[in-house]
């Protein structure tokens, strides 16, 4: 993390650093044996996101910034002896293609579970650009490699 002035700046490193602890690379991949069952309109969610306790949101917010694209929400949390949090999601398809595969394919996490989640992430991401997710087989395929993830 660097501070121009009293200006936050995120360093590749630190981003790094910062989503091997914090961050996720997952996906939502529908049973496609429950049929209409379930609540979710899409059949696959790939989703890259960092929570953060809410006093450190700040750190969200830059990295949105940096990045240029994603979402923040609030999550609230009734777990007793939790604290609220805050989310960036990054969810639509072209920027985890685009902006966030490229950038972690660059500057590489360091802890190997983080690794391998990215190495999984970034393979139903290539499936899904072949249109995989769009067959009964293609969607049992994924949850098969979905469920590797940590």
């Known amino acids: 993390m660097l501070y121009e002035g009293s200006t936050l700046m995120l360093s590749p490193d630190y981003i790094v650093g910062l989503v091997d602890g914090e961050g996720s690379f997952t996906a939502y991949v529908r049973d496609p044996d429950k049929g209409g069952k379930t609540k979710r309109r899409v059949y696959v969610e790939p989703r890259f996101y960092i ?8 750190i969200l917010y830059k990295l949105k910034d940096y990045f240029r694209c994603g979402s923040i929400y609030f999550q609230r949390d009734k777990r007793p002896n939790h604290q609220q949090c805050y989310r960036y999601e990054v969810f639509n398809w072209g920027d985890l293609q685009k902006i966030i595969i490229p950038f972690f394919s660059k500057h590489r ?18 499936r899904l650009q072949k249109g995989e997710h769009k067959t009964i087989q293609g969607l049992k395929n994924l949850r098969q490699i979905k469920a590797k993830m940590h």
């Open 51 to 58: 929570k953060l306790i809410e006093k450190d949101k700040d």
């Open 109 to 126: 996490l360091r802890f190997v579970s983080k690794k391998k989640d990215f190495q999984i992430f970034c393979d139903i991401m290539e």
